[in-house]
């Protein structure tokens, strides 16, 4: 009697198991659609309006037909040409940024405080000027070649990464430094057990911002005195009058970007695992 009991509860349990399965799931497909739904109307109106006449289409081209010419540029290889050079050059123009404004960070933040208080202020009217109004002076400096673009974007990016360590280093608690000298720490073990992790969250805020600009700037860079990468296949595109590739290029710029970002956001979340959802910029 007892098993034959056991054995009813469980088909119910397993039952109500499976159900709450389904619940879940049925949960997630609906919260799936209510965050794309508006996306996919956007699209659909997108595809509708200039097929009825709406907008015309010698403007602004179907998704469809942006598809279709996307998947063409990439299967004759001339997307990925153009994605190798622009990535390329926003990363070394990045990277070189990177290497230059950490460490600055670091030193003025950290050892040379009176320092950092004299040159903040012209530290931070430097990052507040308008790039595009520097393009006459880094031609004028450097020419129409791939220095003066990746100089360009070495500009951009120095100033988030540059200034979001400093305030890093500046908030980091002096209460951590101070327990952990009086267990004994100091020197390397100091810098990268309590200093680097406490602000690891300033630095990677800047860069992701500093990410996210090169590509803009870049694009623009490459619309000067440039033969190849995404800012040139638009200008190009615009030039001739080819609307679908204007779009599916403008659309790859779009990916690379939002996969940058997504890049960071893994990277942080893997190397500063004891903060608790870091924030996506």
Request: glycine share 8%.
């Amino acid at each position: 009697m007892e098993t034959a009991l056991q054995k009813v509860v469980e088909k119910r349990s397993g039952k109500h198991s499976e159900q709450d399965k389904v619940g879940t799931l049925l949960k997630k497909i609906t919260a799936i659609v209510y965050d794309s739904l508006s996306i996919i109307i956007f699209i659909g109106i997108w595809e509708i309006a200039p097929r009825v006449g709406w907008v015309p289409q010698t403007f602004i081209s179907p998704p469809t037909i942006i598809v279709s010419t996307l998947w063409e540029l990439l299967v004759s290889g001339i997307l990925i040409k153009h994605i190798g050079v622009s990535l390329g050059r926003a990363v070394f123009g990045f990277v070189c940024a990177a290497v230059i404004a950490i460490p600055l960070g670091f030193f003025l933040g950290g050892w040379f405080k009176l320092f950092e208080r004299i040159l903040t202020p012209v530290l931070r009217l430097l990052g507040e000027v308008n790039p595009f109004s520097l393009f006459p002076i880094f031609i004028l400096l450097f020419g129409i070649g791939e220095v003066s673009k990746i100089s360009m974007i070495f500009w951009v990016c120095l100033w988030p990464i540059l200034l979001n360590t400093i305030t890093g280093i500046k908030n980091v608690d002096e209460l951590l430094i101070k327990s952990a000298r009086s267990m004994g720490v100091g020197g390397r073990t100091l810098f990268f057990k309590v200093i680097l992790p406490a602000a690891s969250p300033n630095i990677f805020h800047g860069l992701k911002t500093s990410s996210s600009v090169a590509f803009f700037m870049l694009i623009a860079a490459e619309m000067i005195g440039a033969s190849s990468g995404l800012g040139w296949l638009i200008w190009n595109a615009q030039t001739n009058y080819q609307i679908p590739i204007l779009f599916a290029a403008t659309i790859t710029i779009s990916a690379l970007g939002l996969f940058m970002n997504y890049l960071f956001v893994i990277l942080e979340r893997k190397f500063i695992s004891w903060k608790e959802n870091p924030a996506e910029y």
